[in-house]
């Protein structure tokens, strides 16, 4: 079984800035895509950026230039680095991890959450 962690969540004016972090553990053998959505009240869970195991990244065009995602592979470790931070961002922030187990049965996980809130 995997377990992912969050933390980083919270509090924030408009600009500024927060860094969020999902650590795994558990039966990992490898970890592939790693990834942060959002989900704001009301709205559809989305695709907030993804980054593969060669490091290759994507994100959604509300945040480019904004954002940044990251990975420690040796501590199966995900970051998002959020700059310059709007209202509009403000939702419950979850990781999603997937790989395969120590088994080699692939997984995909997700954390639990963190409130991301920006104050205008």
């Known amino acids: 079984q995997v377990q992912l962690v969050e933390s980083g969540g919270g509090l924030v004016q408009a600009g500024g800035s927060l860094r969020l972090s999902c650590a795994a553990s558990?039966?990992?053998?490898?970890?592939?895509?790693m990834g942060w959505y959002r989900q704001a009240p009301g709205k559809q869970r989305e695709l907030v950026a993804s980054?593969?195991?060669?490091?290759?990244?994507n994100y959604a065009d509300s945040v480019k230039d904004r954002f940044t995602i990251s990975r420690d592979n040796a501590k199966n470790t995900v970051y998002l680095q959020m700059n310059s931070l709007t209202p509009e961002d403000t939702a419950v922030y979850y990781c999603n991890v997937n790989g395969r187990n120590t088994r080699f049965v692939e997984f995909g996980s997700w954390g639990q959450g963190t409130q991301v809130t920006v104050s205008s």
């Open positions: 980054i593969t195991s060669g490091g290759s990244t």
């Open positions: 558990g039966s990992i053998f490898v970890i592939n895509a």
